[in-house]
């Protein structure tokens, strides 16, 4: 078991169908259950006196672009503590990751630990009607499929695509970029200039290339 407030509520969509937005306009749920809570009565020992208070506990929720760069669960010792202990995920339905390629992936890397053997204290928990185990073990792929979503294959064909064209620098050429960044001072102006005489020298060369 762990403390409400070190639990953190993910949700895959900034704009779900169904939305409630609170005094807080980062708090987005999907929809609202409403859960009826009784108001609690407590009597002193003595009998004299009593209070009467809601058993509410202060949680948080936000979207997981929001989450990112920030990680729930413990952590090796003498490293900083993650703020929070454990969170709790609704993926949505498959066909929104597909649309969203690395959105899941995002969420479950935010865990620093997905628990032990016995599947016990995990870092992350999942909740929502559209989640399965196959969702985090097929991550990226298509829903009964074994093929990437098309988004993904683009993206890979877009990395190879850089790498084929990528030459690599010699160490002693590198140096010397380096060494150029550091004592070389560039105004925006004269940064703009560079720019816009470049660009126009590439549109020049491709009209001729055209006209040929």
């Known amino acids: 078991m762990v403390a409400a ?3 953190f509520y993910l949700f895959m969509s900034d704009t779900p169908k169904k939305r409630t937005r609170f005094s807080n306009p980062n708090l987005i749920l999907h929809s609202i259950q409403p859960i009826p809570i009784p108001v609690l009565n407590v009597t002193c020992n003595m009998g004299c006196c009593g209070r009467s208070y809601l058993p509410l506990t202060l949680a948080y929720a936000r979207t997981i672009h929001k ?11 003498g490293k900083i503590a993650n703020m929070y202990d454990c969170i709790v995920c609704d993926p949505d339905q498959k066909r929104f990751e597909g649309t969203n390629i690395g959105l899941l992936y995002t969420a479950v890397s935010r865990a620093t630990t997905l628990g032990d053997s016995a599947g016990l204290n995990s870092a992350i928990y999942f909740k929502g009607e559209h989640f399965k185990g196959s969702r985090i073990r097929q991550i990226g792929k298509k829903a009964h499929s074994i093929c990437d979503y098309e988004d993904i ?9 850089l790498k084929e064209r990528t030459k690599p620098i010699k160490l002693k050429k590198n140096t010397e970029i380096l060494d150029w960044s550091k004592k070389t001072r560039i105004t925006y102006t004269t940064l703009a200039q560079r720019t816009a005489n470049y660009t126009s020298s590439r549109a020049t060369k491709k009209r001729k290339r055209t006209a040929i």
């Open 5 to 7: 407030d070190s639990v």
């Open 67 to 77: 989450f990112q760069g920030l990680s729930a669960g413990p952590v090796d010792l």
């Open 153 to 161: 294959v683009r993206r890979k064909r877009w990395v190879a695509h």
